[in-house]
């Protein structure tokens, strides 16, 4: 009954490769969220899709495609991927746009990138 | 200048003390307030809502101070099981859309 979920949990992978990470949530909200977590602890949003539409799309290299196929998924593509992408990569979701809604954090996926 | 700035920490103290931290943030039009809770290598959650009129749940008390673009959050009767990151956490006018501000945390160790 997990409320947001992502996979995988860790991954360990070699600079230049490309790699995926997925989300889902299962609370029926509207809007997800991308976060990076660096090695200062500082959680950064990247991207934010409202039923499936991109909403928010930080300064982000070109690298990292979101993608989401229904409003209940949302995944993030790594291409070529640098040692500097090695971070906390964080899936929220909230059920509408306004800045008052709670977010709901999936657990994480630890990316090392080698 | 950061956008939401914490003092890191960490804050040590004993079970059953006191303990404040607090918070700036820089963008004046900033709308909503909040903390949030991080355990060590977990997610963040949703700690409380800061309102201007100042929230209290149980033994934690947000205040917000807009003249002073101010944030502080009060654990009264400090439990082992408080230590943890408390993150504040700003939101922007920003089209309406829910962005989300953090600031690096502010780490809380509580001991026997």
């Known amino acids: 009954d997990t409320a947001v979920s992502q996979t995988p949990k860790y991954l360990v992978t070699q600079m230049g490769n490309d790699k995926s990470i997925k989300c889902e949530q299962n609370l029926g909200h509207d809007t997800m969220y991308w976060y990076k977590q660096d090695s200062k602890k500082f959680l950064k949003i990247m991207f934010s899709?409202?039923?499936?539409?991109?909403?928010i799309n930080e300064t982000v290299p070109n690298r990292f495609s979101p993608k989401s196929p229904d409003k209940a998924h949302l995944n993030l593509h790594i291409n070529s991927l640098e040692l500097g992408d090695s971070a906390v990569y964080f899936c929220a979701s909230t059920k509408g746009i306004a800045g008052v809604e709670t977010q709901y954090f999936g657990p994480g996926t630890r990316l090392l990138v080698l | 200048r950061k956008e939401v700035e914490q003092d890191p920490g960490p804050f040590n103290v004993p079970e059953g003390a006191t303990v404040a931290f607090n918070c700036t943030y820089s963008n004046s039009a900033s709308q909503s307030f909040f903390w949030y809770r991080q355990d060590c290598r977990k997610e963040p959650k949703l700690l409380m809502s800061v309102y201007s009129s100042g929230n209290e749940d149980g033994r934690f008390t947000a205040q917000l101070n807009r003249a002073s673009q101010y944030i502080s959050l009060l654990i009264r009767d400090s439990k082992l099981s408080d230590s943890a990151t408390y993150l504040c956490?700003?939101?922007?006018?920003?089209?309406?859309?829910?962005?989300?501000?953090f600031g690096a945390g502010t780490r809380l160790a509580v001991h026997p």
């Open positions: 956490v700003v939101s922007p006018f920003s089209g309406g859309y829910n962005k989300l501000i």
């Open positions: 899709y409202n039923n499936k539409e991109l909403i």
